[in-house]
T-cell receptor
Framework: EDKVVQSPLSLVVHEGDTVTLNCSYE??????LLWYKQEKKAPTFLFML????IEKKSGRLSSILDKKELFSILNITATQTGDSAIYLC?????????FGTGTRLQVFP | NAGVTQTPKFRVLKTGQSMTLLCAQD?????MYWYRQDPGMGLRLIHY???????AKGEVPDGYNVSRLKKQNFLLGLESAAPSQTSVYFC??????????FGQGTRLTVV
């Protein structure tokens, strides 16, 4: 059975801290790993990773995939209150997109 | 270009009633998905479709049916609603190999 596990489930930090969110996966015929940010409503796309060891970066956010160990991390540096959200990762095979339970990040001033 | 549109946005049902949620996308995407989101549970896949006329079961299909008669629409049906189906439902669509785009969600309460 396909499975995606995220840790921690919840994280509380102060502005300026750096956080690392973890995602491990077991997905048959794996194709890519996706990260989404969910604030109040629909998840919005952050990154898609298909190759091991290649970091994707967007501003203060970055992510990397390890296909040998079947995991990915999402790093957020110099956190801001606007980073408060649920961060979801998903493993994709040819047809399905399987999500983890998400990590709820709260950033306090 | 509206993207992915879900109808309705909110609904309250009585136990045993039926309803259909509509997902419409105008991006000519092949793949479409229905998820439910409950507190602490992330997004759980209900059913999905890889193209017009096709449907397949996801992780939690029981109590739901779907149809994809037109490429742009993916319907989710509840034949006899139960309180356990109280949730927020999200539809998503994508091209092969690309990221998925989500609708704004439907909040369903079954009393």
């Amino acid at each position: 059975e396909d499975k995606v596990v995220q840790s921690p489930l919840s994280l509380v930090v102060h502005e300026g801290d750096t956080v690392t969110l973890n995602c491990s996966y077991e997905v048959t015929n794996f194709r890519s790993l996706l990260w989404y940010k969910q604030e109040k409503k629909a998840p919005t796309f952050l990154f898609m990773l298909t190759s091991s060891g290649i970091e994707k970066k967007s501003g203060r956010l970055s992510s990397i995939l390890d296909k040998k160990e079947l995991f990915s991390i999402l790093n957020i540096t110099a956190t801001q209150t606007g980073d408060s959200a649920i961060y979801l990762c998903a493993g994709r095979n040819t047809d399905k997109l399987i999500f983890g339970t998400g990590t709820r990040l709260q950033v306090f001033p | 270009n509206a993207g992915v549109t879900q109808t309705p946005k909110f609904r309250v049902l009585k136990t045993g009633q039926s309803m259909t949620l509509l997902c419409a996308q105008d991006m000519n995407h092949e793949y479409m998905y229905w998820y439910r989101q409950d507190p602490g549970m992330g997004l759980r896949l209900i059913h999905y479709s890889v193209g017009e006329g096709t449907t397949a079961k996801g992780e939690v299909p029981d109590g739901y049916n779907v149809s994809r008669l037109k490429k742009q629409n993916f319907l989710l049906g509840l034949e006899s609603a139960a309180p356990s189906q109280t949730s927020v439902y999200f539809c998503a669509s994508r091209f092969q190999g690309d990221e998925a785009f989500f609708g704004q969600g439907t909040r369903l309460t079954v009393v």
